[in-house]
């Protein structure tokens, strides 16, 4: 069984600063998905990370994927007030005949000024 | 192009009354999926559909029924709504491609059962 888990789950950090969240999964999968969810709203996509070694940049946010350590990180750089919201990491458990997502918990990030 | 949508918004049933949930995207997606996301638990996948006039279970279907009777459109039953099914329901549908298939998800249904 698949499972997917994410850390740290909640984050506090301040404006300018660096920091990573990262996203472990049990079984082999190359196909890692980074969304964002901000409060009371809807997941919207952020990245598609599809085989070993991908890196994914938009702005502050850098995703990356190693398939041989089941590791995905989501890097922030030099974070602004606007990136505070929860980010989930989810994996593909490539199932035959569909796609499958198993979402981790979740990272709430807060930046604060 | 709206995208997915979801009916209702927000709902508030008792203990033992049903309801139906419904979703609706316009980019002629095969795939169609339901979650419930719960504080702490990320999203949990109830049933999904590949196609239309297909269905199949999830990582926690129990207490929920599901048709697609049309490509377009997923809808969620409740039969007997319980406490435990108090949560936020999220619809999403997906286009498989060349092995990319990002999901695309509604604005959420919010469920109070009491």
């Known amino acids: 069984e698949l499972k997917v888990e994410q850390n740290p789950l909640f984050l506090s950090m301040q404006e300018g600063k660096n920091y990573t969240i990262y996203c472990n999964y049990s079984?082999?999968?190359?196909?890692l998905y980074w969304y964002r969810q901000d409060p009371g709203k809807s997941l919207e996509s952020l990245f598609v990370?599809?085989?070993?070694?991908a890196v994914k940049q938009e702005g502050r946010l850098m995703a990356s994927l190693d398939t041989k350590a089941r590791l995905s990180t989501l890097h922030i750089t030099a974070a602004v007030h606007d990136l505070s919201a929860t980010y989930f990491c989810a994996v593909d458990s490539l199932e035959e005949g569909a796609q499958k997502l198993v979402f981790g918990q979740g990272t709430r990030l807060t930046i604060n000024p | 192009n709206a995208g997915v949508t979801q009916t209702p918004k927000f709902r508030v049933l008792k203990t033992g009354q049903s309801m139906t949930l419904l979703c609706a995207q316009d980019?002629?997606?095969?795939?169609m999926y339901w979650y419930r996301q719960d504080p702490g638990m990320g999203l949990r996948l109830i049933h999904y559909?590949?196609?239309?006039?297909?269905?199949a279970k999830g990582e926690v279907p129990d207490g929920y029924n599901v048709s697609r009777l049309k490509k377009q459109n997923f809808l969620l039953g409740l039969e007997s709504a319980a406490p435990s099914q108090t949560s936020v329901y999220f619809c999403?549908?997906?286009?498989?491609?060349?092995?990319?298939?990002?999901?695309?998800f509604g604005p959420g249904t919010r469920l109070l059962v009491l």
């Open positions: 999403a549908s997906s286009l498989l491609a060349g092995g990319l298939a990002t999901q695309y």
């Open positions: 980019m002629n997606h095969e795939y």
């Open positions: 990370l599809l085989s070993n070694g």
């Open positions: 559909s590949v196609g239309e006039g297909t269905t």
């Open positions: 079984t082999t999968s190359d196909r």
